[in-house]
């Protein structure tokens, strides 16, 4: 079914952004703000696409060059306005459901994937700056020291 394949390719491209998220993390462009701030929304936006993906059938990948980042964001849009044109067609016919979801709770989750699509766009744009951002400091791995997590709040407080 159309649905299926629409949610299956969501679901891959979604794990394409964690991956790209995961490997951009760990390298020294995450000690400027401006790139925290993208990073954390595009993390925000991955995980808004569980909405649909937590459907899908979990799906390994390998990360995808940075440079890919507009290419998989531009994916996204398409796949989601079909998605989107699908379910608002569905809920005009009144004939068939989307995961057991009609009427109202269809009608929301329309709306939320409206969302996700001006989401996407937002993204979209600060990918341009981020992008340029990218060519003019190149990426360096953090050191492992670096990298690991910081010790919480009652960690330091009391020193465990």
Known sequence: MEIERL?????????????VHKQLMQTTITKEEESQTFLFDLKDYADSLSLVTVYAEPVQV?????????????EQVQTL?????????????EAADFYGQQGGELRR???????IVE?????LQDNLTFQRKLKDHPLQQLSVQEAADKPGFFQRLFGK
Do not use: H, M, Y
Request: glycine share 6%; proline share 4%; hydrophobic share 45%.
């Open 62 to 74: 390998e990360a995808p060059p940075v440079q890919r980042l507009s290419a998989i964001l531009g």
């Open 119 to 123: 989401l996407n766009g937002l993204l």
């Open 81 to 93: 306005q079909q998605l989107i044109r699908i379910l608002s067609a569905q809920e005009e016919s």
């Open 109 to 115: 989750t329309i709306a939320s994937l409206n969302g």
């Open 7 to 19: 949610i299956a390719d969501l679901n891959r491209q979604q794990k394409e952004l964690e991956a």
